[in-house]
């Protein structure tokens, strides 16, 4: 039984109205923004786990004497997606005749290819990747030298040697590849990767 003078603590209809008003303000500030952020961060690891394994793949070439090749699908190549690549070892220092894969469906011990997040990509162009497509691994488990104006397997390849340099391409002092994607409300949707004649890999 109620007391006299004593009344029930509550919110009133226009109360709670106006609370769920700037919740829902809230959200639409705060959900946009961690969106962005969360696939910033997506875009900032596939990068990093690229330039990675470029490294890896250089230290491969060192520490086994042989060369050693990064092969990555651009935009324009549907075999593997366009961000889709795989890591070869040759059997020499110079000229290797003979690919072991490395990563890819015939690796052993199995290791699948490298993928870049879904959100990024490699892009086409000349001017974006100046690396060119110099081997053909098409067959899975061997590549063979490109010899024009024989077609290559429509990749692009990043050569290592023994001594950590790069084979960069005809007429650049400096080997560029470029990362992207279509998300261009995000604070960098472009890293550009660059590799220098004595083959250290740096991102901007």
């Known amino acids: ?31 946009p923004n961690f969106i962005s952020f969360y696939n910033s961060n997506k875009m900032k690891s596939s990068m990093r786990n690229f330039t990675t394994d ?19 699908g651009t935009s324009t190549n549907a075999t593997g997606g366009p961000g889709t690549y795989d890591i070869w070892l040759g059997d020499k220092p110079f000229a290797s005749q003979n690919w072991t894969p490395r990563t890819g469906p015939n690796s052993n011990p199995n290791q699948p290819s490298k993928v870049l997040d879904k959100i990024a990509y490699f892009p086409t162009g000349a001017a974006l990747q100046t690396f060119t497509d ?33 084979q960069l391409p005809t007429g650049f002092t400096t080997g560029t590849i470029t990362m992207k ?18 083959g250290q890999v740096h991102a901007q």
């Open 54 to 72: 470029l490294r890896s793949a250089r230290q491969l070439a060192i520490t086994q004497g042989k060369q050693s090749v990064v092969t990555y």
């Open 134 to 166: 110099t081997l053909n691994c098409s067959s899975g488990t061997n590549c063979t030298t490109v010899v024009p104006p024989a077609a290559g397997d429509g990749k692009i390849d990043v050569i290592f040697f023994p001594d950590g340099h790069a």
């Open 181 to 198: 994607t279509d998300l261009n409300k995000l604070p960098k949707p472009v890293y550009t990767i660059t590799i220098s004649p004595s």
């Open 1 to 31: 039984m109620r007391k006299k003078g004593c009344t029930q603590a509550g919110y009133s209809l226009t109360e709670m109205l106006t609370v769920i008003a700037i919740i829902g303000m809230l959200a639409l500030v705060m959900v």
